[in-house]
T-cell receptor
Framework: DAKTTQPPSMDCAEGRAANLPCNHSTISGNEYVYWYRQIHSQGPQYIIH???NNETNEMASLIITEDRKSSTLILPHATLRDTAVYYCIAKGPRDKLTFGKGTLLTVNP | DTAVSQTPKYLVTQMGNDKSIKCEQN?????MYWYKQDSKKFLKIMFSYNNKELIINETVPNRFSPKSPDKAHLNLHINSLELGDSAVYFC???????????????????FGNGTRLTVT
C-alpha cells in the first residue's frame, strides 16, 4: 500500500466547509484513494473513494490532483456530528485496508 | 436492521480465561474481517475470511482463532487471555465479487461498532 500523510489535527467552524488534505506521492496506478472516518466509540465508516476523477456523494466530495499525488476530502457544511478521526488510505484491489493515524477533525460551534 | 453486528459490546474478564466475540452481517457480503484497535487508537487488521476461507492472517498469536460457520458469520475465539489483549475489536465485511464494471475492485468495508475487551 502507498503511504499516506495527513495532518494530525484540524479545526473547522460549524457550517463551514472542512477541507482535509492527504498526501500520497508514491501511489501506484491501480491504487484507489479511500476515505473513512471514525466517530468516537464507533466503528470506522466509509465516506468516499476515487481513482483519478473527482467524486461526490451525499456525504462529501473528493478532489484528486491530476498527478494523483495528493487529494482533498471536502465536507461542504460541517456539523458538530462530523467531529471524528478521518483516515485517507491508498489501496490496490487486492490489498488489505490499512489504517494510519488519520486527522482528528474538530468542528466547533 | 443493523448491517454488521457484534456481541457482546463490552467484555470484562480475567487473565487466563477463554472468551468469544460473535459477528454477523446481513449485507450479503462474501468477505469478513477482524480488526484490533489498541489503547493508542491504531487500527490493525487481524484476519480476513472470504467465503469461509481464511485469506489474511496477520501476525496474531495462536491464542486467537477465528471461525466462520457461514458467509454471514465470523466469530473470534481467544484462549488464555492476557492483559495485552485488552482493546476494542471490530468486525467488518465487504464484497469482493468482481463485476464487469468493477473488475478487481473491492467494495468498501462496513464495520460493526466494536467489542471493548478488558482483561484484568
Amino acid at each position: 500500500d502507498a503511504k499516506t500523510t495527513q495532518p494530525p489535527s484540524m479545526d473547522c467552524a460549524e457550517g463551514r466547509a472542512a477541507n482535509l488534505p492527504c498526501n500520497h506521492s508514491t501511489i501506484s496506478g491501480n491504487e484507489y484513494v479511500y476515505w473513512y472516518r471514525q466517530i468516537h466509540s464507533q466503528g470506522p465508516q466509509y465516506i468516499i473513494h476515487g481513482l483519478k476523477n473527482n467524486e461526490t456523494n451525499e456525504m462529501a466530495s473528493l478532489i484528486i490532483t491530476e498527478d494523483r499525488k495528493s487529494s482533498t476530502l471536502i465536507l461542504p457544511h460541517a456539523t458538530l456530528r462530523d467531529t471524528a478521526v478521518y483516515y485517507c488510505i491508498a489501496k490496490g484491489p487486492r490489498d488489505k485496508l490499512t489504517f494510519g493515524k488519520g486527522t482528528l477533525l474538530t468542528v466547533n460551534p | 436492521d443493523t448491517a454488521v453486528s457484534q456481541t457482546p459490546k463490552y467484555l470484562v474478564t480475567q487473565m487466563g480465561n477463554d472468551k468469544s466475540i460473535k459477528c454477523e452481517q446481513n449485507l450479503g457480503h462474501d468477505t469478513m474481517y477482524w480488526y484490533k484497535q489498541d489503547s493508542k487508537k491504531f487500527l490493525k487488521i487481524m484476519f480476513s475470511y472470504n467465503n469461509k476461507e481464511l485469506i489474511i492472517n496477520e501476525t496474531v498469536p495462536n491464542r486467537f482463532s477465528p471461525k466462520s460457520p457461514d458467509k454471514a458469520h465470523l466469530n473470534l475465539h481467544i484462549n488464555s487471555l492476557e492483559l495485552g489483549d485488552s482493546a476494542v475489536y471490530f468486525c467488518a465485511s465487504s464484497s469482493n465479487r468482481q463485476g464487469r464494471r468493477l473488475r478487481g475492485y473491492n467494495s468498501p468495508l462496513h464495520f460493526g461498532n466494536g467489542t471493548r475487551l478488558t482483561v484484568t
